[in-house]
T-cell receptor, first 115, second 119 residues
């Protein structure tokens, strides 16, 4: 089992729809969760982070965290063609023997928003 | 500067030559990562520096790859005897890190990358 898993996609949604991106993780002790967006040919950029169970909203983006089920999701409301990119999930776990707290990344989900 | 700076932005080298890639992290960030990304692929972890701890080198693909971080700041990734399969974008990221067991504030900030082409 990979430490952080995402569906590779592509996920295709029409303009104005809600895009839902999911990520599951294997380390139950994980505490920090991040969503990044990467446009083709560019570096990843941070969209949101979440530490607590529940929802966190920022503009059109909502991150949802469910630690019991070990998943984190990103909802994009009113999707725009400019949201077309690859979305990367990253997870961090607390220090303990054998874990040096580095971020663990999913391979990303490709999102295409069609006009 | 305010962000992570990488140099050069592009590098073309002949097979068998050595290359050095440089990363200047955000000032005060204790953690630094190197990743490799081939076209259309995910991030491939190479090496991780965290404060004064021994670096995590578990992602280095061969002994031709090495990295150092001097004075807890600037880092250099060195690839010896380059091969065509080393062609990729090499990304550096830094993070504020955390000194305790509570892991927050560990988001990574990326540089613009170095595109390496081995011909």
């Amino acid at each position: 089992q990979k430490e952080v898993e995402q569906n590779s996609g592509p996920l295709s949604v029409p303009e104005g729809a809600i895009a839902s991106l999911n990520c599951t993780y294997s380390d139950r002790g994980s505490q920090s969760f991040f969503w990044y967006r990467q446009y083709s040919g560019k570096s990843p950029e941070l969209i949101m982070f979440i530490y607590s169970n529940g929802d966190k909203e920022d503009g059109r983006f909502t991150a949802q965290l469910n630690k019991a089920s070990q998943y984190v999701s990103l909802l994009i409301r009113d999707s725009q063609p400019s949201d077309s990119a690859t979305y990367l999930c990253a997870v961090n776990a607390p220090y303990r023997a054998g874990n040096n707290r580095k971020l663990i990344w999913g391979l990303g989900t490709s999102l295409a928003v069609n006009p | 500067g305010a962000g992570v700076s990488q140099s050069p932005s592009n590098k073309v080298t002949e097979k068998g030559k050595d290359v050095e890639l440089r990363c200047d992290p955000i000032s005060g960030h204790t953690a630094l990562y190197w990743y490799r990304q081939s076209l259309g692929q995910g991030l491939e972890f190479l090496i991780y520096f965290q404060g004064n701890s021994a670096p995590d080198k578990s992602g280095l693909p061969s002994d031709r790859f090495s990295a150092e971080r001097t004075g807890g700041s600037v880092s250099t990734l060195t690839i010896q005897r380059t091969q065509q399969e080393d062609s990729a974008v090499y990304l550096c990221a830094s993070s504020p890190g955390s000194g305790g067991t509570i892991v927050l504030n560990t988001e990574a900030f990326f540089g613009q990358g170095t595109r390496l082409t081995v011909v």
